[in-house]
């Protein structure tokens, strides 16, 4: 049964947790929206009271990067946005923000209209959306613009990957740029080589190399990280800020930093899977298991990349986590049974992403308890520029609250998870860390252990463009480092003047080069001259010299370098 969002509530006695600071303190919520924080609160009449002794009050997780009920490699993601959301809310997200990603020459605003669709009347929680740029005319920048005024969207994704199908050159990405740049919307990137990632993946194919190993060999740290440098220069460039999506390598996430380091505006988002997971599991003799793995980028073989990545995560070197949630059934991954490339890209984490991040950084002693609220609820909230909305515990924030409980020892694993797929990557990990309660909109939809969730309850969450937060520092250069002409005295001596030669290259003589069919037929030549590429064979065994006259033989008494001595005649 649905509940009211009018329902007060009085979460009691726990210590609120914000991204830059902790107290003992109650929370009130009334409507749906937080009315009073602050210890010793008194009982509204009417209110339920929710016990946080022992607890942590946080806001509710905000996961950046999901994709519910994908179309995508001939196959649509098993977890839709009703078992998606339902999982999120299980394990202590509140709002996600999915994907629209158009087919190349499909409307970008019809594209969000079917999203739409789909997502609301199932989503749990509230939601947003980021938009795939994947494809180019002035058609799709009129539609980048519409959705910017009239949709609540401030985000649009390019992908540098996925050959023929959803990647753009070089050229169109700086036109996105631009346009992201002069719209106030935040530029995004799907970082890897998409050129050199389908030239390995021919030449793993020609070693024989059909599973899931082919995936990791195909797709190596070096084309990532080229990508990310590449994207961050070209949007540097165009003073286009920038958030790189699931930052999978210590060399990309190193140049994140470096360009962070140096005055861009650039964000990087490490996702759970590669927090609490490795690429060596592509070598497991268990072939299910290894393509279970399979997403783009590909996880590390590297075991220590985890670590790395948190520990960039705590110094503010990264700045979100995010999932990539696109989960596929054993059966729709066995599309690649016998080619790696038709695996279809995805893996769980949307429903342990809170758990991992908890074990892997704080539990570990990597981040403290409000850089564990930063990095997976507050920092994406102001990105994506609907803070202190969410992502925080304040009055007037929305009542979207977990009530955590650290002490919680658990061993994630596929048959206890709320996700419809068949597989966990975090399989038989123990982990530590658990929601108790979950309120969304101030309903209770975890109430104490248990999910009390209703399809369609999620509402969109509109996010406005030019986010102080993204923009402000680009701004502010687009007023102070505006690139000056240099008056000077017109030049007055003499100019070249254009030559024909000049103008047009010379075509090479060389048949290496030339587009012009070969031929077999040879210049003649002057009397007395020999073809050196002509046959002087004969089948009458007659020489072409024979009647030339016979001069005496010589005979070399010194030869050059040495003392032997020959005749030739």
Known sequence: ?????????????????????????????????IQQVGPSLSVPGGARIVDATDKLVIPGGIDTHTHMQLPFMGQVAIDDFYTGTRAAVAGGTTMIIDFVIPQKGESLLQAYEKWRGWADPKVCIDYSFHVAVTWWSEGVKEDMEALVRDKGINSFKMFMAYKDVFQLNDTHMIEVFKTCRDIGALAMVHAENGDMVAELQKQMKSLG??????????????????????????????????????????????????????????????????????????????????????????????????????????????????????????????????????????????????????????????????????????????????????????????????????SVKRTISKDTHHQAVDFNI???????????????????????????????????????????????LCRHREKTQVPEKIEREPYTGSVASSSASAATPAKSSSPRYSDEPPTSARKALPAGQHDLHASSFKLTGEQEDDKAPQRPSSRVLRAPGGGSSFAFG
């Open 1 to 33: 049964m649905k509940q009211s969002a009018s329902n007060r509530i009085l979460i009691k006695g726990g210590k609120v947790v914000n991204d830059d600071y902790s107290q003992l303190a109650d929370v009130y919520i009334e409507d749906g929206v």
């Open 209 to 406: 190399i059909t599973g899931p190993e082919g995936h990791a060999y195909s797709r190596p740290e070096e084309v990532e990280t080229e990508a990310v440098n590449r994207a961050i220069t070209l949007s540097g460039l165009q003073n286009c800020p920038l958030y790189v999506v699931h930052v999978m390598s210590k060399t990309a996430a190193d140049t994140i930093v470096y360009h962070r380091q140096r005055g861009q505006v650039v964000f990087g988002e490490p996702i759970a899977a590669s927090l609490g997971s490795d690429g060596t599991n592509y070598f497991n003799k268990c072939w299910r298991h290894a393509a279970g793995h399979v997403l783009s980028p590909p996880l590390r073989p590297d075991p220590s990349t985890p670590k790395y990545l948190m520990q960039l995560l705590a110094s503010g070197g990264l700045s979100c986590v995010g999932t990539d949630n696109c989960t596929f059934s054993s059966e729709q991954k066995a599309m690649g049974k016998d080619d790696f490339t038709k695996i279809p890209n995805g893996v769980n984490g949307v429903e342990d992403r809170m758990s991992v991040v908890w074990t892997r950084g704080v539990v570990e002693g990597v981040m403290d308890e409000n850089k564990f609220v930063a990095v997976t609820s507050s920092n994406a909230a102001r990105i994506f520029n609907c803070y202190p909305k969410k992502g925080r515990i304040a009055v007037g924030s929305d009542a979207d609250i977990v009530v955590w409980d650290p």
């Open 426 to 472: 975090f399989e038989g990990q123990k982990v530590f860390g658990a929601p108790s309660f979950v309120f969304s909109q101030g309903v209770a939809v975890l109430d104490d252990g248990q999910l009390r969730v209703t399809a369609g309850s999620g509402k969109f969450v509109p996010c406005k463009p030019n986010c102080a937060h993204v923009f402000q």
